[in-house]
């Protein structure tokens, strides 16, 4: 039959709650009596304590939980996620705990499932899209804490983000200002299930990603500003946040008619294969990004730094170590305009 820790202690003659402080205190034994139990327990092939019915019996996992609404390759694919995830790394490292990830299947019913099941102590919330209401009800269901990086936080949430809107339009009005009227904005998933190019939305309030809703409104307000209404601009939707899907969503038919002279993407990834295309075709178009990954600064893209990293350490920060003072439990992070090469002024017509 398979050791127990019942049998350990017998066999030392020991209470049980002797042999399970070896393992998890051992400051309340003697340095021999602690050896005698590991050496009895190693004689009689007993592992040791199960850690999953002690963190239940003390109610706590060790590990917190990052929510992503995508596949679970993009947390090592995309650039800006990793970023996150490094500066959550770095947090739960110095507070002993670890990592699941949890990708959220499309799907209500299966997102709060994977909520539910995951053996987590709480979640960082990386990107919720428009059913972040009932992912964060499934975890107040359960009773975690958690803190969600989402542009629209309740007053109570734990928060750490940027002014989406605001840093988009600081980028649109830099192009604006460089005598920009005809554009494209470029987005992944713009709608459900739309093909790579051109996309009819009529209005950015239809955009369900509350994150690319944003940074599209950005750009919207800046055209508003100069009198180009939303029904002016070109709307691309990629079919991913990834490179290869920047390139093929810029060269579907019709995603550049002539008039356009630069494309605004909502993300480096996408602005990066945007130039990869107009590279190939031999166009030249003001392009620009959004977060001002590795990769930006060597293509000379103008985009809108934000501290990725950071933002995934003050995230887990406030999630395993949360102020006293709840008025710091919301964070705004700064971003800063990044104006290189990728973009000049527009030409006259």
Known sequence: MKPTLRAVAEAVGVSRSTVSNAYSRPDQLSTELRRRILDAAREMGYPGPDPTARSLRRGYVGAIGVLFTSRLSYAFTDPFATQFLTGVAQAAERHGSSLLLVPLPADAAGA???????????????????????????????????????????????????????????????????????????????????????????????????????RLAGFADAFAAVGVDWSQLTILSAADNSRPAGAAAVRAPDALPEPITAVLACADVLALGALDT????????????FDDIAEAAPAGLTTVRQPGVEKGRRAAELLLDPPVDTDAHQILLPTTLVVRTSTGPAPRS
């Open 112 to 214: 709060r499932k994977a909520v539910e099941n995951a053996a987590v102590d709480g979640f960082c919330v990386y990107c919720g899209g428009d059913e972040e209401g009932e992912i964060v009800d499934a975890i107040r269901g359960r009773g975690l804490p958690f803190v969600t990086t989402s542009d629209r936080p309740r007053a109570e949430d734990r928060w750490v983000g940027i002014d989406e809107r605001a840093a988009a339009r600081s980028v649109a009005e830099h192009l604006t200002g460089l005598g920009h009227r005809r554009v494209a904005l470029l987005a992944d998933s713009v709608l459900p299930d739309a093909a790579p190019g051109p996309v009819q939305v009529g209005d950015v309030a239809d955009v369900p990603h509350p994150t690319t809703r944003e």
């Open 278 to 289: 107009l590279r190939e075709t031999g166009r030249h178009l003001a392009v620009t990004g």
